[in-house]
């Protein structure tokens, strides 16, 4: 094998399009392995951990591409490589055609200049998240609701921008903000559900998911779904946008009935919302993973039941397999999203006790910060979270895999391609293992929930449409008593 690892300094792509251009170059008949990232401190790992000598001094803003070719023609192979390498960028930063010549509209320059020339009311901003700030306060001065998709925003740049659009009668989505539904048009990662009355006001991106694919499967729509950054109900922010949210779903004639997802809030947060949504003439319900609260499922059961519908039973699809029961071995859970991950976690302390991590049950979240500095989130790019799952069935004291998959917009377009691969391979040597998938989606997304479920059950794991159920099972497997 030959490698090759070069240093481009200051050569800034995005994540995303980085990662297709290493799954493009890793196609290559030539190419026996490749990687091209940003240099975070996580990348300069991943190169490393692929057996590549990362160069001294490659930093967050370089880029490192690393390639590595068979023996026999390596020469020419590395050429062939490092040439489609250089095609794949130039089609990357290619401006759009049509544009800037010959009379042909010149792209804005500005946030503010391209609301001057668009009938729009909200911003989307997804730039990294040290650079958004001035992006975002041109939007607000434009008069432009702003969501934010960036991570890795400054505190106090949230609140400075949260307070600006108070001050402006606007809102800001975000930092953060993976998933907003205004008016049916479905923003960042956001499935396709039916429209129907329920508001939802999230600090969650993946909880706000979960909650409006449960609707969805019980016949229930959603008028809008206000996504507002997953600190805002930190003791820092203090819900300057849910309390906004709040109010303009209150105010929105087509809602019926405000359903409120978040990671685990402040306690003393959570009562100045609580205490604002009961002065509100829309009826609120709350989905918090806390202990002695509702979980996202059962705040959906009663959603749906104060507004007159029965509740079904939630979609489920059985392993081809029976694992051995692995009563006394861990729970390993490895999540795309936090709010579910969290939500697991609390279902998982009431069920085996507080002490989880001494007992060898770990619960991560790929979509934190820390994984994505420099990468895409793990709804766009695996790579990590399969990693992980080879790594956790490797171990012999993990008895259940506790997954979940999140389709929708924006996300990939065939997680199962992937991932039931992997579990496939996980569990053809462990007869002891079980896998259980909360999968979240609906028919009509664009990977087809259904056709996902498919492959992932025909792999070998219990697929639950219900986050909290697909938990509650693996609990069951981990004591030794599945249902």
């Avoid at 026996?32 to 190169?47: D, P, S």
Wanted: overall charge negative; hydrophobic content about 45%; some cysteine.
């Amino acid at each position: 094998m030959r490698d090759w690892v070069e240093v481009r300094r200051g050569a800034y792509h995005d994540s995303v399009t980085l990662m297709r251009v290493s799954r493009s170059l890793t196609e290559r008949p030539e190419v026996a392995a490749a990687m091209v990232a940003m240099g975070t401190e996580l990348n300069r790992e991943m190169v490393a951990g692929m057996g590549f000598e990362v160069p001294a001094g490659a930093g967050p803003d370089d880029l490192v591409v690393a390639i590595r070719v068979a023996d026999a023609g390596r020469g020419e192979k590395l050429d062939a490589a490092r040439e489609a390498l250089d095609g794949l960028l130039r089609a990357a930063s290619r401006p759009p055609a049509g544009t800037g010549v010959l009379g042909a509209a010149v792209p804005a320059r500005t946030t503010g200049s391209a609301a001057a020339r668009a009938d729009a009311t909200v911003a989307l901003l997804s730039v990294p998240g040290p650079h958004v700030f001035p992006e975002a306060m041109d939007a607000l001065d434009a008069g432009l609701n702003v969501m934010i998709f960036s991570d890795n925003v400054p505190l106090d740049q949230e609140i400075a921008l949260k307070e600006a659009a108070a001050r402006r009668g606007l809102i800001v989505m975000g930092p953060d903000c993976g998933t907003a539904v205004i008016g049916g048009a479905g923003l960042g990662f956001a499935n396709a559900v039916r429209p129907g009355p329920v508001g939802i006001v999230a600090a969650s991106g993946t909880g706000a998911q979960q909650l409006m694919c449960l609707l969805d499967a019980a016949g229930v729509g959603v008028t809008h779904v206000l996504g507002v950054g997953g600190r805002d109900l930190s003791p820092e922010v203090s819900g300057r946008s849910a309390l906004a949210a709040l109010a303009a779903l209150d105010a929105d004639p087509g809602t019926e009935l405000i359903v409120l997802v978040s990671k685990p809030p402040a306690p003393q947060v959570a009562d100045l919302i609580r205490e604002a949504a009961r002065r509100l003439d829309t009826p609120v319900v709350f989905a918090l993973p806390m202990a002695g609260e509702d979980d996202i499922t059962q705040a959906a059961e009663k959603a749906v039941r104060a507004l007159g519908r029965a509740v079904p039973r939630w979609p489920r699809w059985a392993a081809r397999r029976r694992p051995v029961p692995a009563g006394g071995r861990a729970l390993r859970g490895l999540f795309a999203g936090g709010t579910l991950r969290d939500e697991a976690e609390m279902i998982a302390r009431g069920v085996l006790g507080w002490d989880l991590e001494t007992r060898g049950h770990r619960f991560t979240d790929f979509g934190d910060d820390a994984y994505t500095r420099g990468r895409a989130h793990p709804m766009i790019d695996p790579t990590l979270r399969l990693e992980a799952v080879r790594a956790e069935a490797a171990d012999p004291e993990t008895g259940v895999l506790l997954l979940d998959v999140v389709l929708g917009y924006g996300a990939e377009p065939d997680p199962a391609a992937s991932l039931a691969p992997a579990i496939a391979e996980a569990v053809k040597d462990r007869p002891d293992l079980a896998v259980a998938v909360s999968l979240c989606g609906t028919p009509a997304d664009p990977q087809d929930r259904d056709r996902q479920a498919a492959a992932l059950s025909e792999a070998g794991a219990d697929v639950f449409a219900s986050n909290a159920q697909a938990t509650r099972h693996a609990l069951a497997t981990v004591e030794g008593t599945p249902g």
